[in-house]
């Protein structure tokens, strides 16, 4: 079992930023070990934001995520990033991050999954 922690959400107005962090232990040896970022508004469907392969660093974003959000990571402390600029209202969600062992970083299917964080963005 994998337990990742999350961190750094909150309550910003539009136009605002905040960023989110998750640490996992330490990544699974596999080369489809992958780490991202994930969200879920009211009454929706949990929907991807960003992940990264994490052996070759290769990331993806969702539409909605780029040249807004940035993802990164801190490979030595298996620490994922998530720096979000220029917030809107329907930002507002819990973002959950997620690690495991996936066919693409697009995939929702990951195995591990952390309690998630609240991000409210005010009108």
């Known amino acids: 079992q994998m337990r990742l922690v999350e961190s750094g959400g909150g309550l910003v107005q539009a136009g605002g930023s905040l960023r989110l962090v998750c640490t996992a232990p330490e990544p699974l040896d596999n080369d489809y070990f992958t780490m991202g970022w994930f969200r879920q508004s009211p009454g929706k469907v949990r929907e991807f934001v960003a992940g990264i392969r994490w052996r070759s660093g290769d990331t993806g974003y969702a539409d909605f995520a780029k040249g807004r959000f940035t993802f990164s990571r801190d490979a030595d402390k298996t620490t994922i990033y998530l720096q979000m600029n220029s917030l809107k209202p329907e930002d507002t969600a819990i973002y959950y991050c997620?690690?495991?062992?996936?066919?693409?970083?697009?995939?929702?299917?990951?195995?591990?999954w952390g309690q998630g964080t609240e991000v409210t963005v005010s009108s």
């Open positions: 997620a690690a495991g062992v996936v066919p693409t970083v697009f995939q929702t299917n990951y195995q591990y």
